[in-house]
């Protein structure tokens, strides 16, 4: 990206591009003239990236402080998904102009990064010149599964943890222990010291903090895998999920704008439908887009004897061919 020029005007650019590519609606020209991009020289600002809606219907934003690289485009685009959804939704009545749910709105952005991070996209806008291998098809497969798939325990605990607190389960004298038994029996890791009682990890989490549910994110990660099925579907891509790449389908465009401009104006399941045909939420499609490296890893497992999980241990039937020994949980060795 930086040999070929790339600027954070350009990432948006690059990001603009693909939505209009979809026949999605193109930025507006006080998109570009009033968002910020890089951080400032002349003043101190909060650079967590975010998507604004001023709710007048022609004043979308994103606050960001751009970096020139992979992780950043994708955040452009994710970012860009908010105000696609801001400006699709902006006929609806005010009190409609929302997602369908939050989690709705996660996902837009994160669907389309979907398709942008495949190698067949990257190399259609010229930012990788390697062909596909299968060495490489597991390599970016497991990075995938490094953002998406380690993601939802953690996604998942931080409002379990928080209702918990509301609902008195934790209180001041057990908010420390809470979270690291949430987080010891749901993402299996432990503090790398002895925690007093009365600290307050998850307070580290910027959106415990902040007051933000956290149960969104958790939904969209599901959601982003159901909704790009739905469009790899109607862009008629027929091979392997994980390769499929809808740029330049007007279909898959279409598709999306119908959920999308819905707002909040029917229940989310029934916005799920539109664009899915189902009125919930399914994993079946995050499966279906991991099971190659799925099943690679279970076969590197079993081969070298090793647990996945934590406190798992192979069948008989399984260990009695291999010369090693029954694998143990990491935790409790």
């Not at 420390?176 to 299996?188: E, F, I, S």
Request: aromatic share 14%.
């Amino acid at each position: 990206m930086v040999a070929q020029g790339y600027t954070p005007l350009k990432m948006f650019q690059t990001a603009d591009a693909f939505f209009q590519s979809l026949g999605l609606i193109k930025m507006n020209d006080e998109f570009w003239k009033n968002s910020m991009m890089v951080q400032p020289q002349n003043r101190s600002v909060v650079c967590h990236p975010s998507a604004w809606d001023f709710r007048n219907g022609q004043d979308f934003r994103i606050k960001m402080c751009t970096q020139v690289d992979m992780a950043n485009l994708l955040i452009v685009h994710h970012e860009m998904g908010h105000v696609e959804y801001y400006m699709q939704y902006a006929k609806q009545p005010l009190s409609f102009r929302v997602g369908a749910n939050p989690g709705f709105h996660e996902a837009i952005g994160d669907t389309i990064a979907l398709s942008v991070v495949t190698p067949q996209h990257l190399q259609e806008i010229g930012l990788l010149n390697s062909t596909s291998s299968y060495e490489q098809d597991i390599n970016f497969l497991f990075k995938q599964a490094l953002r998406k798939v380690a993601f939802l325990p953690s996604g998942y605990l931080i409002d379990l943890w928080r209702w918990s607190v509301f609902d008195g389960t934790y209180n001041s004298s057990t908010y420390n222990t809470g979270w690291w038994n949430l987080r010891t029996k749901y993402q299996g890791i432990v503090p790398p010291n002895n925690r007093p009682v009365d600290a307050f990890d998850a307070g580290s989490k910027y959106h415990v903090i902040s007051g933000t549910p956290y149960i969104r994110y958790f939904f969209s990660h599901i959601a982003q895998f159901q909704f790009y099925k739905a469009m790899c579907k109607a862009a008629n891509q027929t091979d392997a999920l994980y390769k499929c790449d809808f740029y330049n389908s007007k279909e898959a465009g279409d598709l999306l704008s119908s959920m999308l401009q819905l707002g909040s104006s029917l229940p989310w399941p029934q916005a799920m439908q539109k664009i899915t045909g189902q009125q919930y939420l399914d994993a079946s499609a995050m499966l279906e887009y991991f099971k190659p490296l799925q099943d690679w890893l279970r076969n590197e497992n079993v081969k070298a004897g090793d647990c996945y999980g934590w406190g798992y241990t192979w069948p008989d039937a399984v260990m009695k061919n291999l010369n090693t020994p029954r694998c143990r949980s990491t935790l409790d060795q």
